[in-house]
């Protein structure tokens, strides 16, 4: 088995979150999948790489994307199995929010062909760094926005909450390309429970080209439905409430450390004695 694949991250930022493991693959590539919509971006693979394949041309008005995902990764698999070494370039991470990388990768492992997944620069990544978020101070918890309307998922309004994909919120038709007011109202009510309709929101674009403007709007839960909202465009909700102790388990760890307190002191007053 000759062919190969390796499913590489460029990051968000062009040329500037581009790991050299990445950069390497693309350069050595016989032939270039380029899972990006921005056309300088293309441009900029193309002085890496002299065969760079667009895969936006499978996306077409009112075709479902479970159609356009196996056309991508059929037409990624017929040059690997066709012997050459493929490259798939994707924004960001390509494991993150990206169907046809994990697909591929399945499958070219599954009949035989040496394939990878190197890491890049996320959105979630960006999101961090340009809002000043640590995900390790309240906790966060991450959703497609589509899934957590669909599905009666449990989360914490006590640390942020983060959905993906809030231009597409409501479509199950996967045809669309956005959704509107009315889908955003479903889910501003499905919110509503646990916070309030004046809680402060973020809406959260990362730069795509070095002359892009981070976009990190500040709105209440109500003014959702009638932003201009878009296809990569990310909701962030900071915590509503504070941090409930849980008072059963600090009650069972003191009682544990007060043991080995007891303990430790038993054990020095026997060696002392001796």
């Known amino acids: 088995m000759s062919g190969s694949l390796a499913c590489v991250g460029i990051g968000m930022t062009l040329g500037a979150h581009i790991c050299p493991l990445a950069k390497s693959y693309i350069e050595q590539a016989d032939v270039v999948f380029s899972g990006m919509s921005n056309g300088i971006v293309e441009l900029w693979l193309q002085e890496m790489h002299p065969d760079v394949r ?14 356009t995902y196996r056309e991508m990764v059929d037409a990624i698999m017929t040059e690997v199995r066709a012997g050459k070494k493929v490259v798939g370039a994707f924004y960001g991470h390509p494991g993150v929010f990206a169907h046809a990388p994990h697909k591929s990768i399945e499958i070219a492992k599954a009949e035989g062909f040496q394939a990878v997944m190197v890491p890049g620069i996320s959105a979630e990544d960006c999101l961090i ?3 000043g978020i640590d995900p390790g101070q309240y906790g966060c918890q991450q959703f497609e926005a589509s899934q957590f309307m669909f599905y009666q998922r449990r989360f914490d309004p006590s640390c942020y909450l983060v959905l993906w994909q809030i231009g597409l919120a409501g479509d199950k038709s996967l045809t669309k390309f956005a959704t509107g007011a009315a889908h955003r109202q479903v889910l501003i009510e ?34 959702l439905a009638d932003a201009d909202i878009y296809m990569h465009t990310t909701l962030v909700i900071p915590p509503s409430q504070k941090m409930q102790p849980n008072q059963a388990v600090l009650d069972r760890l003191a009682q544990i450390e007060a043991q080995l307190l007891a303990e430790q002191s038993g054990s020095l007053a026997e060696a002392n004695s001796e």
């Open 54 to 67: 667009s895969l936006q041309g499978f996306y077409q008005p009112g075709k479902s994307r479970h159609i």
């Open 190 to 223: 499905l919110l509503s429970k646990d916070y309030p309709l004046e809680h402060q929101v973020i809406l959260y674009e990362a730069a795509v080209l070095p002359i892009d403007t981070v976009r990190k709007q500040t709105l209440t839960l109500a003014e």
């Open 129 to 131: 760094a340009d809002l």
